[in-house]
């Protein structure tokens, strides 16, 4: 094993599409195991496919790791750059035979197996060529280059969340390193790689568990030193499946564009799978302080789009409001423009007003732009449960007060409000419900006296005026 004292580990995506949501974890676990213990996060680009990495995705990549505040050391490694070393370790490998030419096509394979009465499904390469002359015939003939395994019996691990992981040979075969027009496979530049970039904790999906023991044998094989291994549980959908966008957007910057605050999303995927006791919200400075992989669970954490919007909650009400109108820009560049009649007190006034009762930064665009524009429709259930004939007398009553007002501070439309519920001898809640639903067209929101005073005089007047109007027309009381 790696016995390098100083902590490496590194994050490697394939640029074959945007960054998934549970590689998004694996980078932070990663990050946090480095930070924790003041070693190093590396990143690697792994574009040995070719036909399917594009710039696009490397580019997209790159962002949401940006976005995300997850910053590597070191310079980037893009794996195809390393092509030629690559190949030199194969050559080595086959000098010390460690590796040999496979000239086999798959149909020679599997007659031969066919004769030997092999289960076909579930049949390995028989090792035909791992001691094969090379006769004149075969000179001109493609082939790849396979693996020899070597003479053991068992390859074991310890996990450093699973613990003891064991594998036996027969599971395995002369496995393919290289493609018959030279290019390594995936199996084997991760080993080189990792040597290469001194890599001493491979921290990654359980998917690649069945990768570890082949990775294991070539390791030793190329006298590397081998590093310590931890297999994370996937992220699961409600089905108990992996996470599909059936279940939730599984490309990370559709997070961004939902509304949500990266130092939220990172903070939900830190206890998707992980925890410090209770705790549920963290900084950055105590994920980092408190992450151990000890404390990462073995089985799948399933993802709850509802603990999410609760998590970015708490961020946004703690965000100041300027910052929380720059990430509404950022996703709605007009935002401002479409609000065009409030000025930024106005809207930094409503913002904090708003922020207590949504979720995401789109939730409160939203809301915003529903107050600004006004044109949805009154609620009738919220009508009938606040608004009677004599409503409407208290309606002008209060719409008659604001508009002579000479003060419209909080302080003052709230002492005018409550005069006129005084007036007409009611409890002040069944004068503020029907404003509000002039003002909304519903009865549920912020306080109402913050909202007429944020709106200003001619506006709430406006709206009150508007919404006895409607009752005196559409006569939906009885």
Same mark, same amino acid.
């Given at each position: 094993m790696n016995n390098q004292s100083t902590v490496r580990v590194r994050f490697a995506p394939s640029p074959t599409g945007h960054l998934h949501i549970g590689g998004l974890r694996t980078a932070l676990f990663n990050w946090l195991f480095a930070r924790h213990n003041k070693g190093a996060f590396l990143l690697r680009i792994e574009d040995t496919d070719l036909e399917r990495s594009k710039q696009e995705y490397l580019d997209a990549i790159l962002h949401a790791m940006t976005w995300a505040k997850i910053d590597y050391?070191?310079?980037?490694?893009?794996?195809?750059?390393?092509?030629?070393?690559?190949?030199?370790?194969?050559?080595?490998?086959?000098?010390?035979?460690?590796?040999?030419?496979?000239?086999?096509?798959?149909?020679?394979?599997?007659?031969?197996?066919?004769?030997?009465?092999a289960d076909l499904e579930h049949a390995k390469y028989d090792g035909y060529c791992?001691?094969?002359?090379?006769?004149?015939?075969?000179?001109?003939?493609?082939?790849?280059?396979?693996?020899?395994?070597?003479?053991?019996e068992k390859i074991t691990f310890d996990d450093l969340i699973r613990g003891p992981v064991t594998f036996n040979k027969e599971q395995f075969d002369d496995f393919i390193i290289a493609r018959s027009d030279g290019t390594p496979m995936y199996n084997f530049v991760v080993v080189v790689d990792?040597?290469?970039?001194?890599?001493?904790?491979?921290?990654?999906?359980?998917?690649?568990?069945?990768?570890?023991?082949k990775q294991i044998m070539l390791y030793q094989a190329c006298g590397y030193a081998i590093p310590r291994f931890a297999h994370l549980p996937l992220i699961l959908g409600?089905?108990?499946?992996?996470?599909?966008?059936?279940?939730?957007?599984?490309?990370?910057?559709?997070?961004q564009q939902l509304g949500y605050l990266p130092d939220a999303l990172i903070n939900y995927l830190a206890r998707l799978g992980w925890a410090h006791g209770d705790q549920e919200i963290f900084t950055r400075e105590e994920l980092i302080r408190y992450f151990s992989l000890d404390h990462v669970g073995k089985k799948g954490s399933v993802f709850d789009m509802t603990k999410l919007g609760w998590v970015n909650s708490m961020y946004m009400r703690e965000l100041p409001d300027q910052a929380l109108l720059e990430q509404i820009k950022e $996703?709605?560049?007009?935002?401002?423009? *479409?609000?065009? +009649?409030?000025?930024?007190?106005?809207?930094?006034? =409503?913002?904090?007003?708003?922020?207590?009762?949504?979720k995401t930064i789109i939730e409160l665009a939203d809301e915003l732009k529903s107050l600004y524009e006004r044109s949805t429709p009154y609620l009738v259930e919220d009508i009938s449960a606040w608004v009677t004939q004599v409503t409407i007398e208290h309606l002008k009553a209060v719409a008659n007060a604001l508009e002579d007002a000479k003060d419209f501070s909080l302080e003052a439309v709230t002492?005018?409000?409550?005069?006129?519920?005084?007036?007409?001898?009611?409890k002040i809640v069944n004068l503020a419900q029907p404003i509000r639903i002039a003002l909304l067209g519903k009865a549920s929101g912020p306080a109402v006296f913050?909202? $007429?005073?944020?709106?200003?005089?001619? *506006?709430?007047? +406006?709206?009150?005026?508007?919404?006895?109007?409607? =009752?005196?027309?559409?006569?939906?009381?009885?």
């Amino acid at each position: 094993m790696n016995n390098q004292s100083t902590v490496r580990v590194r994050f490697a995506p394939s640029p074959t599409g945007h960054l998934h949501i549970g590689g998004l974890r694996t980078a932070l676990f990663n990050w946090l195991f480095a930070r924790h213990n003041k070693g190093a996060f590396l990143l690697r680009i792994e574009d040995t496919d070719l036909e399917r990495s594009k710039q696009e995705y490397l580019d997209a990549i790159l962002h949401a790791m940006t976005w995300a505040k997850i910053d590597y050391d070191e310079d980037l490694v893009i794996q195809s750059s390393r092509i030629e070393e690559h190949k030199e370790v194969i050559a080595q490998l086959v000098k010390e035979k460690k590796a040999y030419r496979c000239y086999c096509m798959p149909a020679e394979v599997e007659a031969r197996l066919a004769i030997a009465h092999a289960d076909l499904e579930h049949a390995k390469y028989d090792g035909y060529c791992r001691n094969r002359a090379v006769t004149p015939d075969l000179q001109n003939k493609l082939f790849v280059i396979r693996f020899a395994l070597p003479d053991v019996e068992k390859i074991t691990f310890d996990d450093l969340i699973r613990g003891p992981v064991t594998f036996n040979k027969e599971q395995f075969d002369d496995f393919i390193i290289a493609r018959s027009d030279g290019t390594p496979m995936y199996n084997f530049v991760v080993v080189v790689d990792d040597a290469f970039m001194r890599i001493t904790h491979v921290i990654r999906g359980e998917d690649h568990i069945s990768n570890t023991p082949k990775q294991i044998m070539l390791y030793q094989a190329c006298g590397y030193a081998i590093p310590r291994f931890a297999h994370l549980p996937l992220i699961l959908g409600k089905s108990g499946l992996p996470l599909s966008k059936r279940d939730a957007a599984t490309s990370v910057m559709e997070y961004q564009q939902l509304g949500y605050l990266p130092d939220a999303l990172i903070n939900y995927l830190a206890r998707l799978g992980w925890a410090h006791g209770d705790q549920e919200i963290f900084t950055r400075e105590e994920l980092i302080r408190y992450f151990s992989l000890d404390h990462v669970g073995k089985k799948g954490s399933v993802f709850d789009m509802t603990k999410l919007g609760w998590v970015n909650s708490m961020y946004m009400r703690e965000l100041p409001d300027q910052a929380l109108l720059e990430q509404i820009k950022e $996703i709605r560049p007009r935002f401002e423009a *479409e609000l065009s +009649k409030w000025n930024d007190v106005q809207i930094l006034a =409503l913002i904090a007003l708003y922020k207590q009762r949504t979720k995401t930064i789109i939730e409160l665009a939203d809301e915003l732009k529903s107050l600004y524009e006004r044109s949805t429709p009154y609620l009738v259930e919220d009508i009938s449960a606040w608004v009677t004939q004599v409503t409407i007398e208290h309606l002008k009553a209060v719409a008659n007060a604001l508009e002579d007002a000479k003060d419209f501070s909080l302080e003052a439309v709230t002492q005018t409000v409550k005069d006129c519920a005084k007036q007409y001898d009611l409890k002040i809640v069944n004068l503020a419900q029907p404003i509000r639903i002039a003002l909304l067209g519903k009865a549920s929101g912020p306080a109402v006296f913050e909202l $007429i005073a944020l709106l200003g005089k001619e *506006e709430t007047v +406006k709206r009150i005026r508007a919404f006895v109007a409607f =009752l005196d027309t559409n006569k939906p009381l009885k």
